[in-house]
């Protein structure tokens, strides 16, 4: 059984800063895909983020590209999305999920999933 957990949300002014973690316990991380998902209340569950196994590769959202970074650390089976420069609309609880298909910005294509967590952005 795999799990996923996120952890990291909260409030935030906007211009500010949150790191979100995420921790994938129960098979190798490095050899998964990961991906940071959004859902705004009322909206769809949108991608925002991803990155491949070795980390040298990731993929980003347009509405996200030089202010979020993703970035992973294998050894302690643990990926990140540092959000810069936030904004109002980056309100959203915000999901971490694992993939066999690096990179892909499919929700469909990943197989687990957290539970989420809040980022609110108060302008």
């Known amino acids: 059984q795999v799990q996923v957990v996120e952890t990291g949300g909260g409030a935030a002014q906007a211009g500010g800063s949150l790191r979100l973690s995420c921790v994938a316990s129960?098979?190798?991380?490095?050899?998964?895909?990961m991906g940071w998902f959004r859902q705004a209340p009322g909206q769809e569950r949108e991608f925002v983020a991803a990155?491949?196994?070795?980390?040298?590769?990731?993929y980003y959202a347009d509405f996200v590209q030089g202010r979020f970074t993703i970035s992973r650390d294998n050894a302690k089976s643990t990926v990140y999305l540092q959000m810069n420069s936030l904004k109002p609309e980056d309100t959203a609880v915000y999901y971490c999920?694992?993939?066999?298909?690096?990179?892909?910005?499919?929700?469909?294509?990943?197989?687990?999933w957290g539970q989420g967590t809040q980022v609110t952005v108060s302008s």
């Open positions: 990155i491949g196994w070795s980390g040298r590769n990731a």
């Open positions: 999920a694992a993939t066999s298909r690096a990179g892909s910005s499919a929700s469909w294509d990943y197989n687990y």
């Open positions: 129960g098979r190798t991380l490095s050899t998964d895909g």
